[in-house]
């Protein structure tokens, strides 16, 4: 590195004029905004120190891929004042970068796990070395034959007495056979004496079995002392290992505290203190928590906030270079409730989301009821609001028995939602999806132009649990998810695209859309997987049944507004 780190050099100065620029009247919500025009200059000149800068090296895959993991990385910018007054901003990275945590320029972690003389890197180094006596003592020669020895006689000792009880059991029909045979050839005399003569032959074989047991549990508790000379030794080191981590862990946590902008201080053990989870593994060394911990120990005034995805792709989520993101729900949101205490920012623009207008009627008869769902409308009440369709279809419809919504749709798509009015039509109807009978259609615009006219994406997803509601590709826990699509036009550096999904999993249409191995063109106004536009060009635009009362097959359309 050519250049020392220093804190001093974490302020830059904007090298463009912002003086027609109008400061924000609140800070930004962090989990859903439009990036404030300081953040986007901020940003765009971040990135061009990035492409330019000499200090330090790392392959963001910009130029080709590049196999393994870590290579994209997040950013954040925090616009602030300094305590000169003078506006600029801050930087950070999220993880570490260049196999380092303090590159200049950027602000420091909370704490660096990376430093050689830490106590992390110092007990890290000591845990390791127990690591390495389990391998050497799980792998040394004499265990492995002693463990080989112990597993050979386990056997050998369970056939053994398993073929000595089959003997038994044949030398015991055969004395049934013999005794049988006698009484009808002895005196009473000569039988009573045969029969003793039989019986003492059955306590025999009987004494000898118990012998023979004795034997091998003698011989396996020899084997087994031998043993556990070498498992105790391993198991010692396996609970001080236990033990260690488990103290290095907790004394990591006490190092992980932060600010807000009252001076206040609560770890992550405290914040997460109600989490079922725990301390999600990362917390507290995102871009986010990193710029407002240094605003708030330099005594700066945060204005601004916004995050940026610069190089390749993860191979499981889904993040656009150059494109802006909100922080993560499941690491950051529980911290930066705590940080952003006492800065009045913007609202939460989905937090209550409602329209004014009656829900449109696509077909409705005695049984059932198509409605065309707008889009920004929940399906189903969330939690922090009721308004809904169900909440809708309950109030106009209080006779309906059941669930009455048979399916959903995701809040920002619009189109086609099939609701029925009794219990036995739902159950007929949901039973129709689970086969598979029921058709779907949707029509999409993609923010770009793809190649292929037509095809199946097969990605299984699971959701990210780090990050709700968003989805993950995930070839080891997702569930199976494949999507038909036919292109209908390109238009205008876009494509208008046919959906025909043939499961139904969460968000499947807006991955299959935006992921590297699926489309890798996200749906137009997709704020979660691509760049946020008016609204989500995605729609459900044809449904086709099998009424439950009738037996006629329904079709029902409706065009998309885009």
Known sequence: MSQAY????????????????????????????????????????????????????????????????????MFGVLVVKNNNNELGYISAFSGKMAESNLLPGFVPPIYDLLNKDGFFKIEEDKISAINHQIETLSNAEDYLNCLSKNKEEVQNSETELKEFRQWMKKEKDARKIRRNSAQNKMNAQELEAFIEELKQESLKHQYDYKQLKKSWVDRLHNNKLELDIFT????????????????????????YQFLN???ESKGVSEIFANSP??????AGDCAAPKLFQFAFQQGMTPIAMAEFWWGQSPKSEIRKHKNFYPSCKGKCQPILGHMLKGIEMDENP????????????IFEDDYLVVINKPAEFLSVPGKETEDSVLYRLQQKYPEATGPILVHRLDMSTSGLLLAAKTKDVHKNLQQQFLERTVQKRYVAVLDGIIKENEGIIDLPLRVDLEDRPRQLVCYEYGKPAKTKYKVVEHKDGKTRIQFYPITGRTHQLRVHAAHPK?????????????VKANRLHLHAEFLEFTHPITDKRIKVKVEASF
Request: charged fraction near 20%.
């Open 232 to 255: 105790n030794k391993i198991e010692r080191l396996k609970e001080e290992r236990k033990t260690r981590s488990a103290a290095l862990q907790q004394k990591l946590f006490d190092q």
């Open 277 to 282: 989870q725990g301390v999600p593994a990362g």
């Open 518 to 530: 699926g489309l890798n063109t996200a749906i137009l106004g997709d704020d979660l997987y691509g």
């Open 261 to 263: 902008i009252h001076g």
């Open 6 to 73: 220093s804190i001093k050099n974490c302020f830059t100065c904007f090298n463009i004029d912002i003086s027609t620029i109008e400061l924000p009247k609140r800070f930004t919500y962090p989990f859903y905004y439009e990036p404030h025009p300081l953040c986007i200059a901020a940003a765009e000149q971040l990135q061009q120190h990035l492409l330019s800068q000499t200090d330090w090296e790392h392959n963001f895959g910009i130029d080709e891929y590049v196999e393994g993991t870590n290579i994209g990385k």
């Open 350 to 361: 989905i937090q209550s989301p409602s329209i004014q207008n009656e829900l449109e009627v």
